[in-house]
């Protein structure tokens, strides 16, 4: 046992040794504090605010339990330093008459070692009060049903700021789950989606005995971002027809909706051109605010059926990839106008599935004949079921999907109608008359 010696080191001091060294090594000093050394009195932690407590009794303060944390990890390094060269001068012998300190540096680890087993905890006692008034309103709100306030909640709220996601647990992704269910409530209420039609461009074309201007015009649904938009192209004289159509039958309606008039002369001017594209976007958007105007087909049919009249015929042609372009506009055009449950809807998946299948993209086709199944799974007959059903018993036996349902439901029609021919859904295609 080493043995002090006297005027070395005075009481609530202690020198230790650095590990390899030959001399004692100077007071270790808290950081920031005011002198005082690493021996002190026991009672030391009590006097600075900090104690401590059983596993999962508070949580530490964000700014002093830093500052503390740090100064509890500097005094165990040096004091695991100590111990490790108490350890090598313990095998020595000669070693521990250098430092005849050793057994009050001892002493005072034990003691510290003492103190720093368990959780540590950094809160005062005015915050445990606090933390613990929190605990009951939070018990007393999931009695009432409330959700319980999330951590940093209270203070965000009292300091009427949001604080930084390392400072209040869990804010982040509070707010997150916030936004989120506002936008949820929030969807049901919004307004129906309104149908824009702008203009974007306008061309003049030349052909051999005739010159007009071609617009291009953008269907947009308000508050959507539409990946593939949905565009036509039209001249001033489809315009036009359109316009006398729907006054011989909607004479009424019509008489409050406003039409560029004709020019005998500067047609081709870039004043000219603009007026007329403004007035062409509210003339559409017009009809489409009069509902027994934009649900009729020659309102609808405007705007799909030159796209399905040239997809037939490239179809038939065999330029199946250019068919399917026009064939997927169609599509668009009918989905943006909200006529999802027709007959030329189902005409249009029809020719979306036989140029996939040409094309070989089976999964595409595959999802095609799916669609176009649920939109005739009320029906009890239509011309396009059989041809459906056997399509999609073929591509779901390619790309490996389940296809039982699809043939108990063509068994059943088969049964039905035993005499009845059966062709293909490209037959259908080309013999459906669109002109």
């Avoid at 209040?168 to 989606?193: F, I, K, M, V, Y």
């Avoid at 189902?346 to 040409?358: D, I, R, Y």
């Amino acid at each position: 046992m080493a043995r002090p010696v006297g005027g070395c080191a005075g009481p609530g001091r202690a020198n230790p040794v650095v590990p390899g060294g030959a001399g004692p090594a100077a007071a270790i000093r808290v950081p920031g504090g005011g002198g005082a050394a690493q021996g002190g009195s026991r009672d030391e932690p009590r006097r600075s605010g900090h104690r401590s407590a059983a596993p999962g009794s508070a949580r530490p303060g964000p700014a002093r339990g830093a500052g503390m944390a740090a100064r509890i990890l500097h005094r165990l390094r040096h004091a695991l330093a100590g111990e490790g060269g108490r350890e090598e001068r313990g095998h020595g012998g000669s070693e521990a008459e250098d430092c005849p300190e050793s057994s009050e540096l001892e002493d005072d680890t034990e003691g510290l070692s003492t103190r720093l087993s368990g959780t540590l905890s950094f809160t005062s006692q005015e915050e445990e009060e606090e933390e613990e008034e929190e605990e009951e309103e939070e018990g007393a709100a999931e009695e009432l049903g409330e959700p319980p306030q999330a951590p940093g909640q209270a203070a965000g709220a009292e300091d009427g700021a949001w604080g930084p996601a390392a400072e209040r647990p869990g804010g982040s992704s509070l707010l997150t789950r916030q936004l989120q269910e506002l936008w949820r409530r929030s969807r049901d209420s919004l307004a129906p989606q309104r149908l824009l039609f702008e203009v974007t461009s306008a061309s003049v074309v030349s052909e051999r005995s005739s010159k007009y201007v071609l617009y291009t015009i953008y269907l947009i649904r308000s508050g959507r971002f539409d990946k593939a938009p949905a565009a036509i192209a039209r001249r001033y004289s489809d315009f036009e027809r359109l316009n006398r159509r729907l006054r011989c039958r909607f004479s009424c309606d019509m008489a409050g909706v406003a039409f560029p008039r004709k020019r005998l002369r500067r047609n081709f001017t870039a004043e000219t051109i603009a007026k007329r594209s403004r007035a062409f976007e509210q003339f559409l958007s017009h009809l489409h605010s009069i509902a027994e105007i934009r649900r009729s087909p020659e309102f609808l049919e405007f705007f799909f059926m030159q796209d399905l009249r040239a997809a037939q015929r490239l179809t038939c042609t065999g330029m199946y990839r250019e068919a399917l372009a026009t064939w997927a506009n169609a599509y668009r055009l009918q989905d943006r106008l909200g006529i999802c449950s027709s007959g030329r809807f189902l005409l249009t998946l029809a020719g979306l599935a036989v140029c996939h299948q040409e094309l070989e993209q089976l999964g595409e086709a595959h999802s095609c004949c799916e669609q176009a199944l649920e939109l005739l799974e009320a029906q009890g007959s239509h011309p396009l079921l059989g041809p459906f059903l056997r399509a999609h018993v073929h591509l779901a036996w390619k790309v490996g999907k389940d296809k039982r349902r699809s043939e108990a439901r063509l068994q059943g029609l088969r049964e039905a109608e035993p005499l009845q021919p059966q062709p293909t859904l490209k037959e259908c295609l080309i013999k459906e008359p669109l002109e």
